[in-house]
């Protein structure tokens, strides 16, 4: 009698390119990027280098691959949301972001990358373009959608009102995560911070329909 082998079905191209840049992610947390080899991605992957090297060119490509992902996960909807007042928005994203900023693999990932800014400053610069460059843009974008209701009043600079806007409510305690000098803040934690941030915020750009 026959034994029938049952295979594994193949990922396509794209999903294999997915599982390796998840398995990478792990190992450059974990070792960081000089530490971590091509042969270990590979034996965690169940693989070959060969196999990578099919996807990825060297080392450094697929940690820039890596960054580049990452800052595509950051994508948070912006914009009014049905039923939602302009302050109700802006205490919404407020909290996501903070939420966002301090949780602990946001704060692994940054380090990582600032970490090898010197060596490959090409890296770096691709996940701030693409990571807090481009979230700035969208902040003044959607701080300019809630100035055209009439909440805000941008003075003309919706990208420097965007800068203010961020720093408020990242300053206590984004520095306080990079140092590992504080865990990352519960709910009402973020919430409290938040509010005080766009309560804040409202002072300099408000205006008086809120």
């Given at each position: 009698m026959q034994t029938q082998t049952i295979s594994k079905p193949r990922l396509d191209r794209?999903?294999?390119r997915e599982a390796i840049l998840d398995v990478a992610q792990?190992?450059?947390l974990e070792e960081g990027f000089a530490a971590a080899s091509m042969s270990t991605i590979a034996a965690r992957l169940g693989?070959?280098?060969g196999t990578l090297y099919n996807y990825f060119k060297s080392k450094d490509d697929l940690f820039n691959a890596y960054v580049e992902r990452r800052c595509l996960w950051q994508s948070e909807s912006l914009g009014l949301k049905p039923g939602e007042t302009p302050l109700q928005?802006?205490?919404r994203v407020g909290r996501a972001f903070l939420a966002f900023l301090t949780d602990d693999l946001t704060v692994r990932n940054f380090r990582l990358v600032v970490a090898e800014a010197e060596r490959a400053p090409e890296i770096s610069r691709t996940f701030y373009e693409m990571g807090p460059a481009r979230g700035l843009e969208r902040i003044a974008a959607f701080l300019s959608e809630l100035q055209a209701g009439g909440l805000l009043d941008l003075g003309g600079d919706p990208t420097g009102a965007a800068s203010d806007f961020l720093g408020l409510v990242q300053y206590r305690y984004f520095k306080a995560r990079l140092c590992n000098a504080v865990s990352a803040p519960r709910?009402?934690?973020i919430d409290a911070e938040a509010d005080r941030a766009v309560a804040t915020f409202l002072r300099a750009y408000g205006t008086a329909q809120r």
């Open positions: 794209d999903a294999r792990d190992v450059f693989g070959s280098k928005a802006l205490n709910s009402a934690e």
